[in-house]
């Protein structure tokens, strides 16, 4: 089985776990949840560290765009993850209030 | 950071770092898996964080990663950009700041997918299956990056929301996206060739712009949720180029969830998807089919009247609209509420899917002025409740709320689930004019024999309402 095959299978799981795991959610959270799967999807960054962080090439232009990648990603991980957590937080219920 | 690790674990390296990689993947399930109920849903974010932490950190002792100068300006810099965009913005503006994130995102995956194809001295060592899968990604993540950025601008305001199309533009479109999908076959036959490549990427940047612009504003909770969408697709293909299974598990989470979303609100509005991405429809004009107001006659009411009625009524419902966020009017609107309970009266709030810019933007607009979220109704929930509300107060919203949905074959928006106001004794629809809203559809609600409308800026009417119910 080639690598591509293996990664395929592993692929369409987790696809189904991902509809499995997120049909159920409640309107009220729709926002909350794009903006964290959003936040999810900045997962790529550990692919820019390795494309930053790697040396050997004779160029360094890889490097360059490693690091645009970056950046890129940390806006969206940490963006992400920030503003999903402002927004969890003012969820309450009616008991919470005094 | 490699060598900080004694000499006789380097062997055992690799498969520790998967195993790691293997425990981020289990706190981003779980984490989505805590974000179905609202009370659980901010830990499972921090779930989803932990995870991201985890991964990234592991990362680092990857012995392919020598050199740590780009690595921290970059994080620093990202994360500062990030962390001042997540605090500074506001509530109303989430779909904007969304579209954004995500674009760069998008534009990430497809860099470490060129990243990674660059930095092969000789491209023709990669074996056909990682450069599809190069292509692809460059192809997805460039054209999430563009697309996500042309959304931002019609969001904000920076491009005009209406539909922007000419005759052909479809055709354009899909003839490109073949084009660039040929373009990656000979891609993968002939690696070497930089002028393929270029045109890949090149192509695929514009018809990111192109099939983003000529969508209509009123469809943009769909277009943000179809962008989230590939977004976790191109970081899904970013893993495919390097290998690397936490890349392809996450995205694929993420394209799940973008795609339930989108499918959610295709339902709501009634539309298919390829009705929204070709159709070319709505604006923010609202510049549509014929309203004619001319001849109807509509009532009025005034605040201390509407006081009367809602204050002396058992049971009544708010439906509120994007209009209502605009006018900044939330707060104001949960003190009426906050007077009503009261005296007494059962207040709730009925939200049609649609309501807001994205999908359950106006739960979270309400959730910042502190409704509690256990009022807030959707669709199903409320419309078997009108027909016992005595009044129902239409704050900022129109189309979602419009009977021609229901009674006339013809009109664009039948066939859309509506909330059925109507059913209610009495509803009152406060509104500046009697302009027909996004979809530019006049509404017959406004003309119904039950219906008063309050004319007026919806802050400032609130506000009027507001001191009335002190007087009843």
């Known amino acids: ?98 | 950071m490699s060598q900080f690790l004694p000499e006789a674990f380097l062997p055992y390296l690799p498969d520790t770092i998967q195993i790691i990689y293997l425990i981020a993947t289990f706190f981003f399930i779980r984490g989505l898996k805590l974000l179905n109920s609202p009370a659980t849903a901010r830990k499972g974010n921090q779930f989803a964080a932990l995870g991201m932490f985890i991964g990234i950190v592991v990362t680092l002792f990857d012995q392919q990663i020598i050199s740590f100068e780009w690595i921290i300006a970059g994080i620093l810099i990202g994360g500062l950009i990030g962390a001042v965009l997540a605090k500074k913005v506001a509530m109303t503006a989430m779909p904007e700041l969304v579209a954004v994130f995500n674009g760069f995102g998008g534009g990430a995956s497809a860099l470490v997918a060129w990243g990674e194809f660059s930095r092969l001295v000789d491209p023709t060592t990669m074996t056909p299956d990682s450069l599809v899968t190069t292509g692809l990604g460059i192809f997805i993540g460039s054209l999430t990056f563009t697309g996500s950025f042309i959304a931002f601008g019609k969001l904000k305001g920076f491009i005009s929301g209406n539909a922007i199309t000419f005759p052909g533009l479809n055709v354009i479109n899909i003839g490109s996206m073949i084009g660039v999908l040929v373009l990656i076959g000979f891609f993968t036959v002939d690696p070497t060739n930089q002028t393929i490549f270029w045109i890949i990427l090149g192509l695929s940047l514009l018809i990111g712009i192109t099939s983003v612009i000529p969508i209509g504003g009123a469809d943009m909770p769909v277009v943000i949720s179809l962008l989230n969408s590939y977004s976790g697709i191109a970081a899904s293909m970013a893993g495919f180029v390097i290998g690397n299974n936490l890349l392809i598990i996450s995205g694929a989470l993420v394209g799940a969830a973008g795609l339930i979303l989108t499918n959610i609100m295709c339902k709501a509005m009634n539309r298919s998807l390829t009705n929204v991405i070709f159709g070319a429809f709505g604006g923010d004009s609202g510049g549509g089919s014929g309203a004619d107001t001319g001849d109807k006659s509509v009532r009025e009411t005034t605040a201390e009247d509407l006081a009367i009625q809602v204050g002396y009524a058992s049971k009544v419902v708010i439906v509120p609209g994007y209009g209502l966020a605009v006018a900044q009017a939330q707060h104001v609107l949960k003190e009426v509420a906050g007077k009503l309970e009261e005296r007494g009266v059962q207040v709730k709030y009925g939200i049609h899917p649609v309501a807001g810019r994205m999908p359950g933007h106006m739960n979270v607009l309400l959730a910042e002025a502190d409704v509690p979220y256990d009022q807030l109704l959707d669709m199903d929930q409320i419309n078997p409740e009108f027909k016992t509300t005595d009044v129902v107060l239409v704050i900022g919203a129109n189309d979602v709320v419009n009977p021609v949905a229901k009674t006339e074959p013809g009109s664009p928006i039948y066939g859309m689930p509506i909330l059925n106001v109507d059913e209610a004794k009495r509803t009152i629809v406060f509104k500046r004019s009697l302009s027909p809203g996004y979809a530019g559809i006049d509404n017959p609600l406004f003309y119904a024999e039950k219906n008063q409308m309050f004319f007026g800026d919806a802050k400032k009417s609130l506000q009027a309402l507001n001191e009335a119910l002190n007087d009843v």
């Open chain 1, 1 to 98: 089985m080639s690598a591509l095959i293996f990664s395929l299978f592993i692929f369409v799981l987790a696809c189904f776990i991902g509809f499995e795991l997120i049909s159920k959610v409640p309107p009220t959270l729709h926002t909350p949840l794009m903006s964290g799967a959003n936040a999810i999807s900045g997962i790529t960054i550990v692919g820019a560290l390795i494309v930053a962080g790697h040396s050997g090439t004779d160029s360094q232009i890889s490097q360059i765009i490693g690091f645009v990648a970056i950046v890129f990603a940390t806006i969206n991980v940490v963006g992400g993850f920030m503003v999903t957590d402002r927004m969890l937080e003012m969820f309450k219920k009616k008991e919470d209030e005094k």
